[in-house]
C-alpha cells in the first residue's frame, strides 16, 4: 500500500517510515498484566498473541492512565488526561455521572488519534467497546463517527450498529438462550444478537471486511478492536466451563478471545500488502477483576491505583518497520504509558497533530518500534 512522498507532504511532516502504515489497537478490556501466558500466566495459554511477542517486542513498564475503563479508553484516544475531558470514573447513568460531576459523554471537540488520521487520508474504524458516551439511559450521546470513524460496531456501551449478547450454559437448550444487556437497543439502530462467547470474533468478523475495503481503496487504515472480554460477566463456550468457578471461567473467556483474536492477526501475516506495513499494538484498559484475573507480581486490581490496576501488558508487532534486533524481546526499561501513543503513532504516520492542541503524551516513536530503551521524561499522573 503504496503511498507517494508528495501526497504525505501535504497533509503532513513527513513520518519516520517510507510508507504510511496501517494501525491496529486491540484494548482488552479488565485483563491483568500476567494473565497472556508469555507475560507469566502458566494456567491459560494464549498462543496468538504469544506469536506476536515471539516475532515483535513485550513491553514491561507499559502503564495506562487510569485503573477503571472510561477515562483509560479516554487517555489512549486522545493523547491527553482524561480529567481534561471530565471523564474521571466509568461513564454510568445521567444521574450517577451528574452527581459524580462527570460530563455525559467524551466531547466530540477531543483531539482523537482517528480524527487527526482521517483527515489525513486513513480509513478508520472502531469495532468493539466504546465506553466514551452513549450507556444505559444516556441515549443522546454523539455517534461513534463524531470522533473521526468511518465505521463502526460496538457493544451496549456505545450509540450506533452493536453487538449483543446471548447467555449459554451447559446443559441449557441452545434454542431458548438467555439475554443480557437487552435495554441497549435504544442506543442505536442495528442491534444484532449472538452468543457471549464469541463476541470477540463477531468483532473481527466486522474489522477483516473494513481492512479489505481500504486495501482495495489503497489507503492506509486505523483499526480499533477493542473487545469487552475479558470483563465480568464470564460466558465461555459451554465446553470450557470446568467446575465453574470464577477463576476458570475467566480462563476460558481468556483463551477463547486469543483464539477468535487469532482469526484477524491470521489475515494481517498472511496478506502481502498488510503483513510488512502494520503495526499491532495490544495491551489492556486497566487491571484484572479480583478473583478472575491476575497482575503478576504486582499489588492491586482494577479500580486500585496501585501497579496492579495500571500497568498493562503491552505487545507490539510491526515485522517490517521495526528493529530487527528488537524482534522478539522484552524491553524492560523503557517507562511511557497510553497517552504517550497518540502522538507517537502521529509521528510515525507523518501525521499533523492538531492545531492549538498540547499532548500531555510525549512522541516515543523509536521505543515503540524497538529503536530504543529511553523513558519518557515527565512523570506520570493517576486519578
Known sequence: MKTLTLLIACLGPLGLLAERPNL???FIDDMGWGDFSCFGNEVAKTPHIDRLAEEGLRF????????????????????????????????????????RGMAQWLDPKAPT?????????????????????????????????AYGFDESLTNFEGMGPKLLPLTLKPGQDPNKPGRIWGDA??????????QRSKITE???DAAIPFI????????????????????????????????GSKRRLYLSVLEAMDQQLGKLFAFVRKHPKLSGNTLIMVCSDNGPEKGAG???????????????????????????HMADKAKGTINQKSIFSAIDLVPSLLEITGTKAPRNVIFDGESLPDILLGKSNASRKQDILFR
Not at 185 to 194: A, E, F, K, N, Y
Not at 296 to 302: D, I, S, V
Open 113 to 145: 488519534l482517528a480524527r487527526s488520521l482521517q483527515k489525513a487520508g486513513y480509513a478508520t474504524g472502531h469495532f468493539g467497546k466504546w465506553h466514551m458516551g452513549g450507556q444505559r439511559n444516556v441515549a443522546d450521546a454523539p455517534p461513534i463517527s
Open 212 to 243: 479489505k475495503k481500504a486495501v482495495t481503496a489503497d489507503k492506509p487504515f486505523y483499526l480499533n478492536l477493542w473487545p469487552d472480554d475479558v470483563h465480568s460477566p464470564f460466558w465461555p463456550p459451554t465446553a470450557k466451563w470446568g467446575d
Open 60 to 99: 514491561d513498564q507499559f502503564y495506562v492512565n487510569s485503573p477503571i475503563c472510561s477515562p483509560s479508553r479516554v487517555a489512549i484516544s486522545t493523547g491527553q488526561y482524561p480529567q481534561r475531558w471530565k471523564i474521571t470514573s466509568y461513564l454510568s447513568n445521567r444521574e450517577h455521572n451528574l452527581k
Open 185 to 194: 437497543t435504544r442506543l442505536g439502530d442495528g442491534v444484532r444478537w449472538m
Open 294 to 320: 491476575v497482575a503478576g507480581p504486582f499489588r492491586g486490581f482494577k479500580t486500585h491505583l496501585f501497579e496492579g490496576g495500571v500497568r498493562s501488558s503491552l505487545v507490539a508487532w510491526a515485522p517490517g
Open 24 to 26: 491496529i489497537l486491540v
Open 202 to 204: 463477531g468483532f473481527v
